[in-house]
T-cell receptor, first 114, second 112 residues
Framework: GENVEQHPSTLSVQEGDSAVIKCTYS??????FPWYKQELGKGPQLIID?????GEKKDQRIAVTLNKTAKHFSLHITETQPEDSAVYFC?????????????FGKGTKLSVIP | EPEVTQTPSHQVTQMGQEVILRCVPI?????FYWYRQILGQKVEFLVS????????KSEIFDDQFSVERPDGSNFTLKIRSTKLEDSAMYFC??????????FGDGTRLSIL
């Protein structure tokens, strides 16, 4: 089955700097890669997703890049703000076999220092 | 913005007892999911549900677990004869089509 590894487990950045979180996946058939943000006491909130027919996607300060050959994808947050502090999860899924379950990484705790 | 709602937020149960976790998915969504997260571990898929049937389940989802959509709005996860290792955060999710999945805030299940 699919395995997703996520790095780093913790990340501290100064407000205004960029943050990059990286994930690798094992199943080359995976074709959908969402990123979720989880604030304390809340459930995972989808912030951006990318499908395997696209190499990059941007939404304001957030971007995701996908390298299918290397089987890795990354989340980039620019101009970080204190409210970006949260745990971020990457996930992967392969719909080819009719499966839509998400396989998650272990999470990255991002701290933005004012 | 529509939300997935889960109740209760925290459930404490004696080992061996049955527990039912409840979810109200987003109203126009057709696909429903349960995931769990044991403290310090990854979020793990349990089961997906569509058209009143289980469409997919993981190895974790054994005979101890069952899901039901008892009416037009609720989606429940029942755990029979709970064990200490069932203690976890349980997340419900729903989607209009298969993707994207939208998650609730979870139910923290504590087995004593």
């Amino acid at each position: 089955g699919e395995n997703v590894e996520q790095h780093p487990s913790t990340l501290s950045v100064q407000e205004g700097d960029s943050a990059v979180i990286k994930c690798t996946y094992s199943d080359s058939a995976s074709n959908y890669f969402p990123w979720y943000k989880q604030e304390l006491g809340k459930g995972p909130q989808l912030i951006i997703d990318i499908r395997s027919n696209v190499g990059e996607k941007k939404d304001q300060r957030i971007a995701v890049t996908l390298n299918k050959t290397a089987k890795h994808f990354s989340l980039h947050i620019t101009e970080t703000q204190p409210e970006d502090s949260a745990v971020y999860f990457c996930a992967a899924s392969d719909s080819g076999a009719g499966s839509y379950q998400l396989t998650f990484g272990k999470g990255t705790k991002l701290s933005v220092i004012p | 913005e529509p939300e997935v709602t889960q109740t209760p937020s925290h459930q404490v149960t004696q080992m061996g007892q049955e527990v039912i976790l409840r979810c109200v998915p987003i109203s126009n969504h057709l696909y429903f999911y349960w995931y769990r997260q044991i403290l310090g571990q990854k979020v793990e898929f349990l089961v997906s549900f569509y058209n009143n049937e289980i469409s997919e389940k993981s190895e974790i989802f054994d005979d101890q677990f069952s899901v039901e959509r008892p009416d037009g709005s609720n989606f429940t996860l029942k755990i029979r004869s709970t064990k200490l290792e069932d203690s976890a955060m349980y997340f419900c999710a729903s989607s209009e089509e298969h993707r994207p999945q939208h998650f609730g805030d979870g139910t923290r299940l504590s087995i004593l």
